[in-house]
T-cell receptor, first 115, second 114 residues
Framework: AQSVSQHNHHVILSEAASLELGCNYS??????LFWYVQYPGQHLQLLLK??????LVKGIKGFEAEFIKSKFSFNLRKPSVQWSDTAEYFCAVNAGRGSQGNLIFGKGTKLSVKP | DAGVIQSPRHEVTEMGQEVTLRCKPI?????LFWYRQTMMRGLELLIYFNNNVPIDDSGMPEDRFSAKMPNASFSTLKIQPSEPRDSAVYFC????????????FGSGTRLTVV
């Protein structure tokens, strides 16, 4: 069965610090990978996605993620965080290109950015 | 496109009452998902539909929960009878033909059972 692990439950950073949130998945085949963000009191919004091609994916608001197949990882990065990045971040995986299956979400990582 | 529309946004009900949550997916999307989010358990998939057919309801906590999708533009999640432990935010999401597009989530229904 597929699973997604986000190792950091809560990350606290100061503004301008660099961010890296870990995400590992377990599935041996082709995967589609996603990062979602949930701002306080809001719904989940797609931040970026990977399904093929360049393993370095750029998303909105300066976020990027790198798919490393050998490590089963899809870590999220941002060089310089802002207070407005305070949110919860969810990594998700779906098996197989064009799959009709459901996304498996990690448990999320809360990011608190101190002004 | 108005996105995924959920109603109501907030619901407060007494224990034992029936609660019905509603979702209108994005037009043209053929998959619909119901999730529950709590502090303790995070985001849990309850059930999902492909082309209005329930595919996997293994996440539905117990028989008190039921979900229907009578047509491509409407789904309901019903809890009868409701209990305080059902208090959570319930999200509906829809997706197009393939998973490469990810999901689009609705704004959620915050349910409080007192």
């Amino acid at each position: 069965a597929q699973s997604v692990s986000q190792h950091n439950h809560h990350v606290i950073l100061s503004e301008a610090a660099s961010l890296e949130l870990g995400c590992n998945y377990s599935y041996g085949g082709t995967v589609n990978l996603f990062w979602y963000v949930q701002y306080p009191g809001q719904h989940l919004q797609l931040l970026l996605k990977y399904f093929s091609g360049d393993p370095l994916v750029k998303g909105i608001k300066g976020f990027e993620a790198e798919f490393i197949k050998s490590k089963f990882s899809f870590n999220l990065r941002k060089p310089s965080v802002q207070w407005s990045d305070t949110a919860e971040y969810f990594c998700a995986v779906n098996a197989g290109r064009g799959s009709q299956g459901n996304l498996i979400f990690g448990k999320g990582t809360k990011l608190s950015v101190k002004p | 496109d108005a996105g995924v529309i959920q109603s109501p946004r907030h619901e407060v009900t007494e224990m034992g009452q029936e609660v019905t949550l509603r979702c209108k997916p994005i037009s043209g999307h053929n998959s619909l998902f119901w999730y529950r989010q709590t502090m303790m358990r995070g985001l849990e998939l309850l059930i999902y539909f492909n082309n209005n057919v329930p595919i996997d309801d293994s996440g539905m906590p117990e028989d008190r929960f039921s979900a229907k999708m009578p047509n491509a533009s409407f789904s309901t999640l019903k809890i009868q009878p409701s209990e305080p432990r059902d208090s959570a935010v319930y999200f509906c999401a829809s997706r197009g033909l393939t998973s490469v597009y990810g999901y689009t989530f609705g704004s959620g229904t915050r349910l409080t059972v007192v």
